[in-house]
């Protein structure tokens, strides 16, 4: 999953413009970046691995006209030759891309044999050269451009900068692309809205099949068709969101201490939407929730609250593995998507099919204008601020949180739901202050960091807040964690345990206290040793991490030290916490 960034104007100088467009755009991917600009009817350009360089060492001569790109490597190995943007042979124009061409061997093998020779292993450069192969039947570059796009198979989104015409060409197909204006009507193009809103006041989100011409006006066609589309201009309705770190040393710990913000947030949410999605709930025939990552444990939580509060049937899928639900949808269903991108490959398939057999739609995503925004019928925005970490912490309690309100909203209890949220917000609050809180789990992760494996046994509402913390300590470590439905253990599990063996046990004041402390003896009669997490150290537990709430939203106080003690594993560990290896922050591909 890529980020493209690319200006057209007057104002500004585009190599500076493409480098923070690209800076706030490296969430997206970040294992190497490019930029190319137009300087006296020639294209130049800088492309690197690692992350985009400051822009004086970007060496680019001003330019009123460029593309940029930051790239999670699909396919072709992480080096400066696959990083784009691509060349065409002629230099006359460049290409970036987010997506993967998934016929991409049989496509290069053709144009080898048309002579084609390839200096990279991208199916980014098969794009190129298809075009320039397509360029000899249509001499107009944005006719090569659709006739080899529709070639493409896969979701792809293309950006191409056209020396010749001094155009900005593009075409969105899965990943989202999105077209801003300023104020002094200087043109931008980008992967999400969050790197634009300190650039413009105004966009259009393209639709997949759509084509963009960016040069004296702004053109857009259905790609297919050749129709012109007509897009009124949106105002973009969040201001230059924040993304400093401020005092702290990483994203992760500023978004971990911006959990108490993201709760009062929920709390301020339009009462009335959440009372219309409840209705729906309550009227729906299955109501599954459904998530990828983090956001497939959120999914999670939230179904556990509609059975458990609510009483509902609640179903919880994950967006990679919903296939066999595919024939159950009907017009009676009703998917709820928690997301914090919106973008989610995975997941937004699921949610087509789901919409497709008539079920209606409603997603909770922290990006205003994204895709899962855009097509559902129930819209909630988070409204956190911009979680740059790519292990995503405020936003997984941010969704629980809204989920655990939906629940009670369901049943009545919207008032009940509002007092108990305020008051986990402030406990989290005085719990993220305190010092103590950090030292422990400082001084545990020092315990740990030896350690190859880890066991995190929740049961109830517990069970996958433990499966968050799994996600948060691989993500973190990588090293392995494995999270068990507490009483599942003496069922196979339990042969691992060992002197040595640590097992962390998330507890709260609930029916399952009890059972809890059957697997904690379980463990420890066999030498492994309990990590508890519970508001007070109780005698069975050998090490002991405070957690800030009990009462009924006690899980989402529990996800809080497991979030801290994956971050400073990852800090002792030397890892790059904002960025770990191998993950990006949201995939937009397959
Ligand atoms: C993964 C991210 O790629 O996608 C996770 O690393 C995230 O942090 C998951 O939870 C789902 O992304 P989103 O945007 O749908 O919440």
């Not at 066609?221 to 400093?244: P, Q, R, Y």
């Not at 009545?412 to 103590?436: H, P, Q, R, V």
């Amino acid at each position: 999953m890529c980020g493209i960034f690319a200006y057209k104007g007057s104002s500004l100088n585009a190599a500076d413009v493409i480098s923070s467009g690209l800076k706030r755009l490296e969430y997206r991917g970040y294992d190497s970046w490019g930029v190319a600009v137009i300087n006296n009817g020639s294209i130049l350009l800088k492309k690197d691995i690692g992350k985009i360089g400051d822009i004086n060492k970007l060496d680019l001569p001003v330019s009123k006209l460029g593309i940029g790109h930051t790239r999670w490597a699909t396919t072709g190995a992480v080096t400066q030759i696959n990083a784009h943007p691509h060349l065409s042979s002629d230099h006359s124009f460049a290409l970036v891309q987010n997506g993967i061409v998934e016929n991409f061997e049989e496509l290069k093998e053709d144009l080898k044999n048309k002579g084609y020779k390839f200096i990279s292993q991208t199916d980014t450069e098969v794009i190129v050269r298809l075009i320039e192969e397509e360029k000899k039947i249509h001499p107009d570059l944005v006719d090569a451009i659709k006739s080899a796009f529709l070639k493409l198979k896969g979701r792809n989104t293309i950006a191409v900068l056209d020396s010749k015409t001094e155009q900005i060409l593009a075409v969105r197909n899965g990943s989202p692309l999105i077209i801003g204006l300023s104020k002094n009507k200087d043109i931008f193009l980008s992967s999400d809205a969050l790197s634009l809103s300190s650039f413009v006041d105004k966009i259009i989100v393209l639709d997949n099949g759509e084509l963009v011409k960016i040069g004296s006006k702004i053109e857009i066609k259905n790609i297919k068709t050749g129709k012109i589309v007509h897009k009124d201009w949106e105002k973009l309705t969040f201001k230059d969101a924040n993304i400093d770190k401020g005092k702290y040393d990483n994203y992760m710990i500023k978004e971990i201490c911006d959990t108490p913000e993201t709760i009062n947030q929920v709390i301020v949410q339009d009462e009335k939407n959440i009372q219309n999605l409840a209705k729906a709930i309550k009227a729906a025939r299955y109501v599954f929730t459904i998530g990828s990552g983090t956001a497939g444990n959120a999914a999670g939580q939230i179904a556990f609250y509609l059975r458990e509060i609510a009483k509902i049937p609640a179903i919880s899928l994950i967006g990679a593995d919903a296939k066999e639900y595919y024939d159950l949808f009907s017009e009676k269903d009703l998917l709820i998507a928690p997301s914090q991108s919106g973008e989610t490959a995975d997941v937004v398939e699921v949610l087509d099919i789901a919409k497709a057999k008539g079920c209606k739609i409603a997603t909770y995503v922290n990006m205003p204008g994204s895709m899962m925004n855009r097509m559902s019928d129930f819209k909630f925005l988070a409204n956190a601020g911009p979680e740059i970490c790519v292990m995503s912490t405020k936003i997984f309690v941010s969704q629980v949180a809204w989920g655990y309100l939906l629940a009670k909203t369901t049943v009545g209890l919207y008032e009940d739901g509002i007092n108990n949220l305020s008051k986990l917000a402030a406990d989290i609050k005085t719990y993220l202050e305190e010092d103590t809180s950090h030292q422990a789990a400082k001084k545990l992760a020092q315990n740990l960091i030896e350690i190859k494996d880890l066991f995190i046994l929740g049961k109830s509402q517990n069970f996958y807040i433990a499966k968050e913390g799994m996600v948060k300590i691989i993500e973190g470590t990588y090293k392995h964690a494995h999270a068990i439905p507490a009483g599942d253990l003496k069922h196979y599990a339990i042969t691992l345990i060992e002197r040595g063996v640590y097992a962390l046990a998330l507890v709260s004041n609930d029916s399952s206290f009890s059972e809890m402390f059957n697997v904690v003896n379980e463990i420890k009669s066999r030498g492994g040793s309990i990590i508890g997490i519970y508001p007070e150290k109780l005698p069975a537990f050998d090490y002991y991490l405070k957690s800030p709430s009990i009462g009924e939203t006690s899980a989402i106080g529990n996800i809080i030290p497991l979030q801290l003690l994956a971050y400073y594993l990852a800090v002792l560990l030397g890892n790059n916490v904002d960025k770990p290896r191998n993950i990006a922050k949201s995939v937009t591909v397959k």
